[in-house]
């Protein structure tokens, strides 16, 4: 099982109250059934992507100023995008 989860799962932001708790909620869900399930030989874990440009933040982008800082807040200075988040997704998913 994978479920994505959101970087504000483990880090709150401002105006974000509701979707920080569901992600931490989440994140603890996967930790807690990866602990109950192993034993079934069951995987469990969760996906916190950070800041990945979609069709749903892609007004985000759009301005340069802000896509700018965005890129320099992080390490690799580059936005994720949705492949990212499914290989990894595939990855773990796959047979060991």
Not at 29 to 52: H, Y
Not at 80 to 96: I, N
Request: proline share 4%.
């Amino acid at each position: 099982m994978v479920a994505i989860a959101s970087m504000s799962g483990m880090q709150p932001h401002t105006n974000n109250g509701a979707y920080s708790s569901s992600k931490a909620a989440l994140i603890m869900l996967c930790q807690q059934l990866a602990q109950e399930w192993a034993t079934d030989v069951v995987r469990v874990n969760s996906i916190s992507p950070g800041m990945i440009h979609t069709s749903l933040t892609d007004r985000i982008y759009r301005n340069d100023d802000v896509a700018a800082r965005r890129r320099q807040a992080i390490p690799m200075h580059r936005i994720g995008t949705p492949e990212d988040v499914a290989g990894v997704t595939a990855f773990l998913l796959s047979a060991m």
